[in-house]
């Protein structure tokens, strides 16, 4: 039995973590283009939702990076302003995707034998 608690990892199954880290990701970027209540008008936002940067392990934690890049005001969309209401994409798909990344790191980790 595997119990991740998004901590410390054995090196062993760092790189079963980093391939189900990138799993999360790609499932959370199709999520956040396929379900959002902004207007596309010229498809540079829902472009700019992507991996960021793959999975990699640094002082024996993995992480990687996924969003909107390059396009300023995305923040914008995302949290609102005083004058524009939020219409949040990247935090609706993060709390669908996050929450299957452990049973994710298990499966992969049986298959891999671990």
């Known amino acids: 039995m595997l119990k991740w608690r998004g901590d410390k990892i054995p090196p062993s199954i760092d790189k079963v973590v980093r391939v189900a880290i990138n799993t999360t990701m790609g499932a959370c970027v199709a999520y956040a283009k ?14 700019s939702i992507r991996i960021v940067q793959e999975a990699r392990t640094r002082a024996a934690r993995s992480f990687g990076v996924w969003g909107s890049a390059q396009v300023v005001y995305a923040l914008f969309i995302e949290f609102g302003t005083f004058r524009i209401n939020a219409l949040p994409f990247l935090r609706p798909s993060a709390q669908v995707n996050y929450p299957k990344l452990a049973p994710t790191i298990k499966r992969l980790a049986k298959e891999a034998g671990f």
């Open 34 to 47: 396929a379900n959002h209540s902004f207007i596309n008008r010229t498809g540079t936002l829902e472009r």
